[in-house]
């Protein structure tokens, strides 16, 4: 009976001191499981068509899809196509494929870069940039919808162009992320400001800003701006771009 009694006692005793435990170490059931795999989809459609003086269509797709592995490791992987026709001549034939996996821990970011790209525009027939580079979040919400970091990524870039030329480049790229939510309504840009090393002459500065509103958990309209500015192109080719568009997205995460 005296053995049965002091096992009666010792059980809730142990069971105290596992919670204390817990509470001390600060470890909620949820972050005890690093090995968790979330996996985030969006869609996204615009286009645009003028008519009158001129006669012009646009469209855009991109796509984003991101895997992030426990605490501190992401893969966010983009593709964005467009194709446009100016008086029904083909004009611009965009693709751009980029791939930035990521460590972070607190406020610090490190990053990997690999991306690869066309523009018929500039006059690029194959474009292929590998990098790397720290990065630092200022600040960002539990939710992560609202946001402030600056990355600088040390890039090595390669451009093939359509009249056989071909270029290698290594590049600073500097990086500035905002984004902000409010209800339904998103607010995200990405600056980037790329010289290359030494030559800081020869660089190439973009941004991209959406704004976007929910209309369901899944479905979105969004009105996205896309700007890029190369100091150096080929002969005849315009060193400015710019798009405007509006379309709708859908978002799905597991």
Not at 183 to 191: A, P
Request: proline share 4%.
């Amino acid at each position: 009976m005296p053995d049965f009694c002091a096992m009666r006692l010792i059980h809730p005793a142990l069971t105290g001191l596992a919670a204390l435990g817990t509470l001390l170490l600060g470890l909620p059931a949820q972050a005890q499981r690093p090995d968790t795999t979330i996996i985030h989809y969006t869609g996204q459609l615009t286009g645009a068509l003028s008519a009158g003086g001129v006669y012009r269509t646009l469209l855009t797709t991109t796509h984003a899809l991101s895997f992030s592995r426990g605490l501190h490791f992401g893969l966010p992987l983009t593709g964005t196509f467009t194709f446009g026709k100016q008086d029904r001549q083909l004009r611009e034939r965009e693709a751009l494929v980029n791939a930035t996996p990521y460590y972070w821990k607190g406020h610090f970011r490190a990053y990997g870069l690999g991306g690869y790209e066309r523009s018929n525009l500039r006059g690029i027939q194959d474009r292929v940039q590998v990098g790397a580079g720290p990065g630092w979040s200022f600040y960002r919400d539990s939710l992560g919808t609202r946001e402030v970091a600056l990355s600088n990524l040390l890039i090595r870039e390669a451009t093939y162009y359509v009249d056989g030329s071909r270029r290698m480049v290594t590049r600073n790229s500097l990086r500035l992320k905002l984004l902000y939510t409010l209800r339904q309504f998103t607010v995200s840009t990405f600056t980037y400001y790329q010289p290359s090393l030494p030559t800081v002459s020869d660089f190439r500065v973009s941004q991209l800003a959406t704004i976007t509103l929910r209309v369901t958990k899944r479905l979105a309209v969004n009105a996205t701006s896309n700007y890029t500015h190369e100091s150096r192109v080929l002969a005849g080719k315009s060193p400015d771009n710019y798009n405007l568009t509006v379309g709708l997205s859908y978002t799905n995460t597991k």
